[in-house]
């Protein structure tokens, strides 16, 4: 049997648990032997979406994320390459998304449906509320922390 | 020739491409085929030491240096243990050291004197200033970013 691909995307900034449990959710959902490949997205798009840089650069995210066991590749987002594109080049069988990617899961869902791909679409579960698991959460911390040592 | 035993230790909050680098280094110097074994300090430890709770959950920072590809077992650091039962326990072949543990250095030095045992130190260089290479400059670039933006 062929080994599904399975497709994940994120700025990874701030690497932190919530990240690690997306990508092994994501892997699971590929079944066994599953390659994973990651799109980390670069940094002119996160300043693009987010208003602002990232803390970490681009290659760095990378280098991290491609250290991580579930990863079988990660790449640099592709400039000017629409998800369309993407998906035509990488042609998983699975995408997955985190819990707070529902603007990708509608962009993917709407190409899947125009084109009449075979995609699963798979959304990583939410950690409980007391887990580190974002990167704002991770932000605030720090501030927090550095008013009450102040 | 039996697997060479590397062991290294950090607190590696808020994980970043400085921690990967150090471990990837750490990994190297026992050879090919070594085990990395990393001591993932306690919440407790990390609050002796450095007068501030760590970011995030001890149990988080373990997993998560645990998925990195490197890293053969990381666990949590012993409580009531100083370095020389560890090094009695573990028995590595080499314990590497980060630029910034010249504390941890020296003490494992003056066991390794004392006892007369066959263990090599290595310290793992310091990545260029211009990288984000410690938690300390990540942190600091949360806040400059949260004061810009507010």
Redesign the interface.
């Known amino acids: 049997m062929r080994r599904k691909i399975v497709l994940a995307t994120g700025a990874f900034d701030?690497?932190?648990?919530g990240h690690?449990n997306f990508l092994?959710e994501a892997k699971r959902a590929g079944g066994r032997n599953a390659r994973l490949i990651v799109i980390v997205a670069r940094d002119k798009t996160v300043e693009a979406r987010k208003g602002?840089?990232p803390?970490?650069?681009e290659d760095?995210r990378r280098?991290?994320i491609e250290?991580?066991?579930?990863v079988d590749d990660a790449i640099l987002g592709f400039e000017d390459m629409n998800y369309s594109a993407v998906i035509e080049k990488l042609k998983p069988d699975v995408i997955a998304v985190g819990y707070d990617q529902s603007d990708i899961k509608r962009a993917v869902q709407e190409i899947i449906k125009k084109k009449g791909l075979k995609i699963k679409v798979f959304e990583a579960k939410k950690l409980s509320a007391d887990?580190?698991d974002s990167s704002s959460k991770?932000?605030r911390?720090?501030?927090e922390?550095?008013r009450n040592?102040s």
Chains 1, 2 share one sequence.
Do not use: C
């Open positions: 701030l690497l932190h648990y690690l092994e602002k840089r803390i970490v650069r760095q280098a991290l250290a991580l066991k579930p887990d580190i991770i932000k911390r720090v501030i922390l550095e040592n």
